[in-house]
């Protein structure tokens, strides 16, 4: 995954972020793969929250592949 790309995930992740912030919740990128997978953690609210799993799946990784074909998934970790 080339630096470009990198930098528009990191900016989809900051439009994605003030979602999150205003359920007490957040994200934070740990990784992303040279295969398109984005590993993430979520933090706060959203770490514990029993939709958690519906917001990483609809909400950031249906927004990621939206906005960036090459985002394969996302994933918790």
Do not use: F, W
């Amino acid at each position: 995954m080339n630096e470009e790309i990198k930098q528009k995930i990191k900016q989809k992740i900051e439009e994605i972020r003030p979602m999150l912030q205003r359920d007490g919740g957040d994200v934070e990128i740990v990784e992303i793969t040279d295969e398109g997978i984005v590993k993430v953690k979520l933090t706060g609210t959203c770490a514990h929250c029993a939709m958690s799993l519906l917001t990483l799946k609809m909400g950031i990784e249906g927004y990621l592949k939206k906005n960036i074909p090459e985002v394969k998934s996302v994933e918790s970790v």
